[in-house]
Nanobody, 123 residues
Framework: QVQLVESGGGLGTAGGSLRLSCAASGRTFSSYTMGWFRQTPGKERDFVAAIGWTGGSTHYADSVKGRFTISRDNPKNTVYLQMNNLQPADTAVYYC????????????????WGDGTQVTVSS
């Protein structure tokens, strides 16, 4: 079992930056592929970014490529999402997710989810 707790959301401005963190419980954090997803009211949850076990492999949605960076600190059991050049379209609830599979390029198969953190970007 893995428990995930997101933090770092809030209000940002267009062109600005925010950094989200996701703290994971458990001793096997380094065995999980970690991902970030986001969701707006009435829409499906969308993939944002994923990172492989060691942090050396990453995968991004086209909409955030070049602006967002996912990273992880395995000794701290934490994954981050650095969001730069924020746009109003980035406004959403952001969810951290984990899966045992090492298929970081697949957007499927996430088994554990956090409760989400709200990010609101004003123009």
């Amino acid at each position: 079992q893995v428990q995930l707790v997101e933090s770092g959301g809030g209000l940002g401005t267009a062109g600005g930056s925010l950094r989200l963190s996701c703290a994971a419980s458990g001793r096997t954090f380094s065995s999980y592929t970690m991902g970030w997803f986001r969701q707006t009211p009435g829409k499906e949850r969308d993939f944002v970014a994923a990172i492989g076990w060691t942090g050396g492999s990453t995968h991004y949605a086209d909409s955030v490529k070049g602006r967002f960076t996912i990273s992880r600190d395995n000794p701290k059991n934490t994954v981050y999402l650095q969001m730069n050049n924020l746009q109003p379209a980035d406004t959403a609830v952001y969810y951290c997710a984990a899966k045992i599979s090492d298929r970081y390029q697949s957007r499927m198969g996430y088994e554990y989810w956090g409760d989400g953190t709200q990010v609101t970007v004003s123009s």
